[in-house]
C-alpha cells in the first residue's frame, strides 16, 4: 500500500516536494514512479527510479526541473518539483512496479498506486 502526500496549491515558479511512503518492507524490491492526470486527459509518465535508486529518468516535459529520489531505509519515495508551471497542474499518483526497468515508463506495469495528491500551480 502507498500513500501519497504533499501536494497543494503553488504560484508558477514555486516548488513543492511529494512523498510516497510504502508500508511494505518490501519496497526496495520495486522499482518506483511517479505519474500525473490533468482534467480530461489520460495518466501520465513523469518520473521513475529504480530499485536501489542509482538509476532515474524523466519525461521530457519535467527534465530538468523535477528529481526523484527514494530512501529504501524509510519506505519512502520523493518528488521534488522546481519551476513548476500551471501546466504541471494534475493529480499526482506514486507507484510501485515488479517489472524490469526497460518495462516501467507503461502505466500499465504498475501494481500498485498511491490515492493521488492535488497540485494546482497558479500564473
Known amino acids: 500500500q502507498l500513500q501519497a502526500s504533499g501536494g497543494g496549491l503553488v504560484q508558477s515558479g514555486g516548488s513543492l516536494r511529494l512523498s510516497c511512503t510504502a508500508s511494505e518492507r518490501t519496497f526496495n524490491n520495486y522499482v518506483m514512479g511517479w505519474f500525473r492526470q490533468a482534467p480530461g486527459k489520460e495518466r501520465e509518465f513523469v518520473a521513475r527510479?529504480?530499485?536501489?535508486?542509482?538509476?532515474?529518468d524523466y519525461a521530457d516535459s519535467v527534465k530538468g526541473r523535477f528529481a526523484i529520489s527514494r530512501s529504501n531505509l524509510k519506505m519512502t519515495g520523493y518528488l521534488q518539483m522546481n519551476n513548476l508551471k500551471p501546466e504541471d497542474t494534475a493529480v499526482y499518483f506514486c507507484?510501485?512496479?515488479?517489472?524490469?526497468?526497460?518495462?516501467?515508463?507503461?502505466?500499465?506495469?504498475?501494481?500498485?498506486w498511491g490515492q493521488g495528491t492535488q497540485v494546482t500551480v497558479s500564473s
Open positions: 527510479i529504480s530499485r536501489n535508486g542509482a538509476g532515474t
Open positions: 507507484a510501485a512496479s515488479s517489472f524490469v526497468w526497460s518495462a516501467t515508463r507503461d502505466t500499465s506495469n504498475y501494481r500498485y
